[in-house]
């Protein structure tokens, strides 16, 4: 007898406590979501519109009761586009706010600084910045994306100008890093399908901000188109400096500088500039709910620092919303990640639809060309 009451009274106490324990990050009320993103820097303008369209998505779903009851809290740190900083500010979000999942991770070399801490922790993070393949090949257990790689970007832009603007003599100018490479490994391999006449092929440093000698070179072998496989600053040096030298070339690059401070970073030399994205122009008329939404959940004062990178920002927490709310009020990290693999044709309404699995955790997407409209300084698509 004295043992089946103490088989009972063992019952009783440990139906009074939760069925489960919840994972970090997680309470009856809340889920706290981190961000590792630069707001300042060359890659500001990139990083903290991302995180303007982190906080929209957060401010409408919490207004809309939250996920399954729990209202989402969205942290965001500032590594100033340094890898270590990213290593730190990771550890700040794990150990001070106690984060479930990730939303963002900084760039290409941040996250792969940040990614063996985010696996051994089992913490889900979804990135709507960074497509160097580095990230995804082999499939990284953890981590997801929102996008399409460099290399496949690269491939289909320059199948495209290769149709728009036929018998082209084309250099290429490569930043070395992962970023970089993997565009000028997309460029190659079209290049080779196509049998484009490809004269120069060039890498430089990061930082760099000197580009005659490189530009020279170019024209010396006759090129009149480049493919920028670099960042926006370098981008538009590259082009005002090809004018310098006479050139007028056509150049194609890809996302990273669909953004409006490079309209007026490049000036006059824009006029031939062509880019492939994913997400639509911003002033598109298919991101006009989007910007009524913007007007609501953003401060005003972030409003003119949106971009392309608000609009991804925004997919990426709505994506992870959508598949924490598939887990039911059992949320787990485990359970998360298997949910955002069976993610299939989500659709945002501002980007094509989303899709992941086991064996591919960087979401395939196909984008359009856009150019720059310089008397409306704006971007305009043409397909």
């Not at 000698?213 to 040096?237: C, D, H």
């Amino acid at each position: 007898m004295k043992k089946l009451a103490f088989v009972a009274l063992l019952a009783s106490a440990l139906g009074a406590l939760p069925a489960a324990a919840q994972d970090v990050g997680v309470s009856d009320k809340e889920v706290v979501l981190g961000a590792i993103t630069p707001f300042t820097g060359p890659a500001g303008i990139l990083g903290y519109a991302a995180v303007i369209g982190s906080q929209i998505a957060v401010g409408e779903i919490n207004a809309e009761g939250g996920v399954n009851g729990r209202k989402l809290r969205f942290v965001a740190e500032d590594d100033n586009y340094v890898p270590a900083r990213t290593v730190q500010s990771l550890q700040k979000l794990i150990d001070v706010d106690k984060v479930f999942a990730i939303t963002s991770a900084s760039g290409a070399a941040h996250l792969l600084a940040a990614l063996p801490t985010l696996e051994e922790k089992g913490i889900p993070s979804v990135n709507p910045i960074v497509a160097s393949l580095a990230s995804y090949e082999p499939v990284r257990r953890t981590h997801f994306g929102i996008g399409m790689s460099y290399r496949d970007g690269a491939y289909e832009m320059t199948k495209k100008m290769a149709a728009m603007k036929p018998g082209l003599k084309w250099a290429v100018i490569t930043q070395d890093d992962e970023s970089g490479i993997d565009q000028e490994v997309g460029f190659k391999k079209a290049a080779a399908e196509l049998k484009l006449d490809v004269v120069s092929v060039q890498r430089h440093r990061r930082g760099q901000t000197d580009f005659s000698a490189e530009v020279l070179r170019m024209k010396e072998a006759g090129a009149n188109a480049i493919f920028l496989a670099t960042l926006p600053a370098m981008q538009a040096t590259v082009v005002k400096e090809a004018k310098k030298f006479g050139m007028d070339p056509v150049a194609a690059t890809l996302w990273l500088s669909h953004i409006p401070p490079f309209i007026d970073l490049i000036g006059d030399a824009g006029a031939n500039v062509y880019f492939y994205d994913f997400a639509p122009p911003f002033d598109d008329p298919a991101l006009a709910g989007f910007q009524k939404l913007a007007r609501t959940y953003a401060n005003p004062s972030d409003l003119p620092k949106m971009n392309r990178y608000t609009v991804i920002g925004y997919v990426t927490v709505k994506v992870m919303a959508e598949a924490m709310k598939q887990c039911g009020r059992e949320l787990t990290r485990r359970c998360l990640i298997a949910k955002l693999e069976g993610i299939h044709g989500y659709k945002s309404g501002l980007m094509a639809p989303i899709s992941f699995s086991a064996q591919q955790h960087l979401s395939a997407m196909t984008g359009r060309v856009v150019t720059i409209d310089p008397k409306g300084r704006k971007f305009v698509a043409q397909n």
